[in-house]
C-alpha cells in the first residue's frame, strides 16, 4: 500500500524543516525575471524554481491559475513541473481550491488525487463551502491514492470571515466546524492524519480556535503579506509543530539567480526553526 501522505509530509518536515515555497508565476514575476509572460517563460520559471530548491524542501506548491491562464500548453508546463518535483524528492500540494458536488467533484479529485494522472499530486487544496460532504468524492481517492487534502478553513483574505467567521445554529462558527470535520478524519492516524486545513499565518491570535486536528495546518502569508516566521508559535500555539508555513514571493523575488533562490529559502527556514519550540 502508498504511504498515507500524513506520514510522508511528517517525514519531510523533520528531515528538511516545514517550509512550503510556491510556484507561482506571476505575470510581474516573470517579468522582474526577465521573462516574457508565454508559454516559455512559464517554463524557465518553474523548471528554475524546481531545480534550485527540490532537493531542500519539504513542499512545493504550484498555484494552478498561473498555469492554467495559458491554455493547454501552460497545462502541459504545470504535467512536467508537478512530476519533476516529485521525481526530485520534493513533496507536491496543487494548490486548485477545487470544490463541486457529486460527479463533478470526483472528476476533480481524479484530475489531480489519481495516481496514474498527469496531475498527479501528493495533496491538494479544496473548498468546503458548499458542505463538508461535497468533498467526499476527494477524501475517498485521496484515502485510497496516499495523497491528502488541505481544506480551506481560517483563509487570511478579509472577505472570508462573512463565511467562515458566521455562527451556526449549533454556536461554532462555520471554520470551526471545518477543523472539527478534519479532525474526525485524522482520528487514530499517526505520526500524522493527511487531511489538513488552511489557516492563515496573518490572522494573529487564534486560541479560540481547536487547531489540534491530528493534521497539517498549511500557513499562507509569511512574507510578503507580512506575517514573519516569528508570528508562527503566538498565532498557532500547541499546534506549532504541525504547522507548514508557505512563502511564495518572499523567495521567488529571488529569482532567477538559482544561488539567490536558495539563500532566500534557507533564510526562512532557519528563521522558522529558529521559531519552533526545542524538544
Known amino acids: 500500500m502508498t504511504e498515507p501522505f500524513g506520514a510522508r509530509l511528517r517525514r519531510a518536515m523533520d528531515e528538511r524543516g516545514?517550509?512550503?515555497v510556491g510556484i507561482?508565476?506571476?505575470?510581474?514575476?516573470l517579468t522582474e525575471w526577465g521573462l516574457n509572460d508565454d508559454v516559455a517563460g512559464l517554463e524557465r520559471f518553474s523548471r528554475t524554481v524546481v531545480e534550485a530548491?527540490?532537493?531542500r524542501v519539504a513542499v512545493f506548491k504550484p498555484q494552478s491559475a498561473f498555469f492554467e491562464r495559458f491554455g493547454s500548453r501552460g497545462i502541459a508546463v504545470l504535467e512536467t513541473t508537478v512530476q519533476e518535483a516529485?521525481?526530485?524528492g520534493a513533496l507536491v500540494l496543487m494548490d486548485a481550491k477545487r470544490g463541486d458536488i457529486g460527479s463533478t467533484m470526483a472528476a476533480y479529485a481524479e484530475a489531480f488525487l489519481r495516481k496514474d494522472s498527469p496531475l498527479?499530486?501528493?495533496a491538494l487544496t479544496v473548498s468546503p463551502y458548499l458542505g463538508y460532504g461535497s468533498l467526499s468524492p476527494a477524501v475517498a481517492l485521496a484515502r485510497e491514492s496516499g495523497a491528502g487534502l488541505f481544506v480551506l478553513a481560517l483563509t487570511s483574505n478579509p472577505?472570508?470571515?462573512e463565511v467562515q467567521h458566521a455562527v451556526r445554529a449549533d454556536g461554532r462558527t462555520v471554520g470551526a466546524t471545518m477543523l472539527a470535520h478534519l479532525a474526525a478524519e485524522n482520528t487514530g492516524e499517526e505520526p500524522l492524519g493527511s487531511f489538513g486545513a488552511v489557516v492563515g499565518a496573518t490572522l494573529g491570535d487564534l486560541s479560540s480556535?481547536?487547531?489540534d486536528i491530528n493534521g497539517p495546518l498549511l500557513a499562507p502569508g509569511v512574507g510578503a503579506q507580512g506575517a514573519t516566521p516569528a508570528?508562527?508559535?503566538g498565532a498557532f500555539g500547541a499546534a506549532i509543530r504541525n504547522v507548514v508555513p508557505n512563502v511564495s514571493r518572499g523567495v521567488l523575488r529571488h529569482g532567477p539567480d538559482v544561488s539567490a533562490l536558495r539563500a532566500s529559502a534557507e533564510r526562512f527556514a532557519d528563521e522558522i526553526r529558529s521559531a519552533l519550540p526545542t524538544g
Do not use: K, M, T, W
Open 159 to 161: 472577505e472570508g470571515g
Open 120 to 122: 498527479f499530486s501528493d
Open 209 to 211: 480556535y481547536d487547531l
Open 53 to 55: 530548491l527540490s532537493d
Open 86 to 88: 516529485r521525481a526530485a
Open 231 to 233: 508570528d508562527l508559535p
Open 24 to 29: 507561482d508565476p506571476h505575470a510581474s514575476l
Open 18 to 20: 516545514p517550509l512550503c
